[in-house]
């Protein structure tokens, strides 16, 4: 098993940053072993992949609608990944979850949410006008 734990969510102004934090543990959870990703699920919409990092952290996705605007990365002795996402807008308002999954995919299915066993429980993120 894999738990994962999300913080950093809160409501910010149009143009703000906030970086969430995902700490993931467990008896099966390696390092760098897992490749990770961070999913929203905004209103009205169904959830969809935001960045993914690889379990050595040398590759990244991003979804079109935040590149340039996000980045993903890990501290691996932390067991942590983080989503820094700066000048934000009112459409990135949303739960943020965090994702875990043992195999490496590749582009074509990086933001697929059944390939992922393990979900945190999400973190909301608020921007306003």
């Known amino acids: 098993q894999v738990h994962l734990v999300e913080s950093g969510g809160g409501s910010v102004q149009a143009g703000g940053s906030l970086r969430l934090s995902c700490v993931a543990s467990?008896?099966?959870?390696?390092?760098?072993?897992?490749?990770m990703a961070w999913f929203r699920q905004t209103p009205g919409k169904d959830r969809e992949g935001v960045a993914h990092i690889s379990s050595g952290g040398g590759v990244t996705y991003y979804a079109d609608s935040v590149k340039g605007r996000v980045t993903v990365s890990k501290d691996s002795p932390k067991n942590t990944v983080y989503l820094q996402m700066d000048r934000l807008k009112p459409e990135d308002t949303g739960v943020y979850y965090c994702?875990?999954?043992?195999?490496?995919?590749?582009?074509?299915?990086?933001?697929?949410?059944?390939?992922?066993?393990?979900w945190g429980q999400g973190t909301q993120v608020t921007v306003s006008s």
């Open positions: 994702a875990a999954r043992a195999n490496f995919l590749g582009y074509d299915r990086w933001s697929l949410e059944t390939t992922y066993p393990y």
């Open positions: 467990g008896p099966t959870y390696r390092v760098n072993g897992f490749n």
